[in-house]
């Protein structure tokens, strides 16, 4: 079935090193997958997405990066500040399925000043 | 311009109630979805509306949850007898709909505490 898994619950990081959050899914069916942040008492925050065709996107200090041979999704986030701590979601999405996203259990990012 | 919003923030209720919760999506957005994310926990993906569509409902855990959406507007996402296990943030979150446009926006979700 489909599942989407993170290989760390928990990441501490100095600010102004890089970090690098990872995922893992199941379904080779899916073509489209989502990092979220979410912080404390919030809804989840889109920050990038990328789609199957691509195996490596930018935006502003964040890059996510698809490996579909072993089904590994990471982000990448440049200089971690520490309005960047916050959990981190990926989620999938299989195109022409349900249009549900999986979402893993996420990882908590703490960055140290 | 406005994103989701949902309302109320926070509900309280006693075991055996009944609760409403309400979603307003982004506007000309025709997808809404309804998650239910538990303390510490992911996303659990609960129901989707897509237009005049019928909805998906294949992640309501039991015949207590339903929810309703008018047209392409407010969604009311129903628990009937509330039970404590249902206690939990529920979020809301929409989209464009349709091949390619398929980013969910979320609200800050209802955070609903059953005793």
């Known amino acids: 079935g489909e599942s989407v898994g993170l290989h760390l619950p928990t990441l501490s990081v100095q600010e102004g090193d890089n970090s690098i959050i990872n995922c893992a899914y199941s379904?080779?069916?899916?073509?489209?997958f989502i990092w979220y942040k979410q912080e404390s008492g919030k809804g989840p925050q889109f920050i990038i997405d990328?789609?199957?065709?691509?195996d490596k996107r930018q935006g502003q200090r964040v890059t996510v990066l698809l490996n579909k041979t072993v089904k590994h999704l990471s982000l990448q986030i440049a200089a971690t500040q520490p309005g960047d701590s916050a959990v981190y979601f990926c989620?999938?999405?299989?195109?022409?399925?349900?249009?549900?996203?999986?979402f893993g259990k996420g990882t908590k990012l703490t960055v140290n000043p | 311009g406005a994103g989701v919003s949902q309302s109320p923030s926070n509900k309280v209720t006693e075991k055996g109630k009944d609760v409403e919760l309400r979603c307003d999506p982004i506007?000309?957005?025709?997808?809404l979805y309804w998650y239910r994310q538990r303390l510490g926990q992911g996303l659990e993906f609960l129901i989707y509306?897509?237009?005049?569509?019928?909805?998906?409902k294949s992640g309501l855990p039991s015949d207590r949850f339903s929810a309703e959406r008018t047209g392409e507007s407010v969604s009311t996402l129903t628990i009937q007898r509330t039970q404590q296990e249902d206690s939990a943030v529920y979020l809301c979150?929409?989209?464009?709909?349709?091949?390619?446009?398929?980013?969910?926006?979320f609200g800050p979700g209802t955070r609903l505490t059953v005793l």
């Open positions: 979150a929409s989209s464009l709909g349709g091949l390619g446009a398929d980013t969910q926006y």
């Open positions: 379904n080779s069916a899916s073509d489209y």
């Open positions: 990328i789609r199957s065709n691509m």
């Open positions: 989620a999938e999405k299989v195109w022409g399925g349900s249009e549900k996203l999986v």
């Open positions: 506007s000309g957005h025709t997808a």
């Open positions: 509306f897509q237009g005049n569509s019928a909805p998906d």
